[in-house]
């Protein structure tokens, strides 16, 4: 599995822009980047994914470097209920396919 | 979207008895779930892969024989953990997909504490 690397915690303002990074600098070429968060006390939840190209649905877009090597998850308007742990998980897709946490992004929103 | 239902949501038991926590895809078949515990302030850790049909395959350190997994259709997976000791405390998580997706759904998750 390609190794991880994400801010331990951040904070944003409710109903500004996020933008959370992830370096994966020894993601193979076939791997997809995933996204999930964790709301307190409930089980992850599957935020977006994506290959090379930038991807947007409605939680929020993925903007993913040229080489690869890093992403950022953008939420465009942080919410309360936006408050999460965000993990970024690079790997084959498929839903056959274990998912490996790393140590994730602890997301603070300041009301 | 796929929901994946977990009961129960709590239990407390006292040590040295067992406790079984149901895993069920609601709106979908899953041939493969997934196992996770999570200590508190830490990450899920996987504990296993649950086949339906066959023998679940457990993670490097994860006693098979201390937490038993059955897979007895393609819409239930269970966990029991056997003997449970206070470090057992935690919280359960399973995950299963619909074949043709991307992601995994994941349950609401069981918190077990063993008193």
Redesign the interface.
Known sequence: DAKTTQPNSMESNEEEPVHLPCNHSTISGTD?I?W?R?LP??????VI?GLTSNVNNRMASLAIAEDRKSSTLILHRATLRDAA?Y?CIPGN????????????TKLQVIP | GAV?S?HPSWVICKSGTSVKIECRSLDFQ???M?W?RQFPKQ????MA?SNEGSKATYEQGVEKDKFLINHASLTLSTLTVTSAHPEDSS?Y?C???????????????T?LTVT
């Open positions: 997809y995933h999930y964790q006390s409930q089980g992850p939840e599957y994914h742990v993990y897709s498929g839903g056959y396919q274990k998912v490996t946490f790393g140590t994730g | 994946v977990q899953a041939t493969t997934f996770y990450s899920l850790m996987l892969t919280f998580i995950s299963a997909s619909p074949t043709s997706a991307y992601e995994q759904y994941f349950g609401p998750g918190r």
